[in-house]
């Protein structure tokens, strides 16, 4: 194990009571200072590989080190070098923000004498300093998410895990919540986030594993993995049915107008060609759709998304599958937010 990696975990396999193989041969290595997502959809396993990280699971087998703790042999030791934050938020409701951080001190055995300091500085960092007597009860969504963050940093861990921390917050606190999260990140945090949100990926991870069915399927940065498409994608809308986007596939395909072999694909009103020359040789093909007697109702270029890159991998789009949260509803109490 390299002291510069945070997290090492080779071959990993997590089979459940009942039979479910939940994780079947993970292998990950996150650096220092890193900040890793973990990307996939429903039931993919991200949850069970992030317990099994953090030591509240057993794997079935593999090894797995944390922050230079071998997880089956010193368990505790990586239990006091991480921070933890579960789907299910920890908050206490009855605890105002101050006395949950207090009550997150003392269960994390930090020193009486560091407790004050260190709590006012949280408060301050998750933008709750205003509201620090507040019963969390009163708290909306995002702000009960940031105290329950803010709780899993009190013993100042090298390393936090976060399970889905933003999922059902509105578009402005899920914001709020990523701006926080960098923070920590440039503090020098190691961060490893599981999130079912391509757009939470792309903004805040340097690197990515994306998992399916309990296996790595894709990983890299936002950015290689987007290049690994293989070009920029042209969207082709035409006036007729199926028959006609059928002959328009084979006029993208054939000889002379893209270099290489583009991908291309029906869409539901029209074709999608993915090609690295898709905007210099595009005009070329609205000119052989004419010449063919089919009719464009409208075209545009654009660089590969994540979920491009999801659809390559597993031939569905995550987003399809991923309920976004609602739009935001009235605000709630001193947050601004809603949940
Ligand atoms: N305690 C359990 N017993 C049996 N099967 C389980 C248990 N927990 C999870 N599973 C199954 O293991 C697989 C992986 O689940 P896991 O919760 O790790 O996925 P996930 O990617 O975190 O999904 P989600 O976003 O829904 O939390 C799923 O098929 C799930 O149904």
């Avoid at 029209?270 to 089919?294: C, F, K």
Wanted: aromatic letters at 6%.
């Amino acid at each position: 194990m390299s002291e510069s990696l945070a997290i090492e975990a080779e071959n990993l396999e997590v089979v459940y009571g009942d039979g479910t193989e939940a994780v079947g041969g993970v292998s990950l290595s996150v650096p220092r200072g890193e900040f890793f997502g973990f990307l996939g959809p429903n039931g993919a396993g991200k949850t069970t590989t992030i317990k099994t990280l953090a030591t509240l699971l057993k794997p079935t087998s593999g090894r797995i080190r944390v922050n230079g703790y071998d997880a089956l042999e010193q368990p505790r030791k990586v239990r006091e070098s991480i921070g933890y934050m579960a789907q299910e938020t920890s908050v206490d409701p009855e605890l105002t923000a101050r006395e949950n951080l207090r009550f997150a001190c003392e269960s994390y055995g930090v020193r009486k004498g560091e407790r004050a300091e260190r709590i006012e500085e949280l408060l301050e960092l998750v933008d709750l300093a205003d509201v620090a007597t507040k019963e969390a009860k009163e708290f909306s969504g995002g702000m009960k998410k940031r105290l329950d963050a803010a709780t899993a940093l009190v013993h100042r861990p090298p390393l936090v895990f976060l399970d889905e921390p933003t999922t059902g917050l509105d578009p402005k606190a899920r914001n709020r919540l990523w701006d926080y999260f960098r923070r920590i990140n440039d503090r020098g945090t190691t961060i490893f986030l599981t999130t079912q949100y391509l757009e939470e990926a792309d903004q805040l991870c340097e690197r990515l594993g994306v998992i399916l069915d309990g296996e790595i399927v894709a990983e890299g940065s936002p950015a290689d993995l987007k290049q690994e498409v293989g070009g920029e994608i042209l969207n082709v809308r035409l006036e007729d049915g199926p028959e006609a986007r059928q002959r328009a596939v084979t006029v993208a395909q054939s000889a002379g107008i893209f270099p290489g072999t583009p991908s291309v694909e029906e869409t539901d009103d029209g074709i999608s060609v993915t090609t690295p020359t898709a905007r210099q040789h595009g005009t070329d093909l609205l000119v052989a759709l004419r010449d063919e007697g089919l009719t464009v109702t409208g075209f545009d270029v654009r660089a590969p998304t994540l979920d491009d890159v999801f659809l390559a991998i597993t031939g569905e789009h995550l987003d399809d599958e991923v309920a976004e949260p609602e739009p935001a509803s009235p605000p709630a109490a001193d947050g601004g937010e809603s949940q």
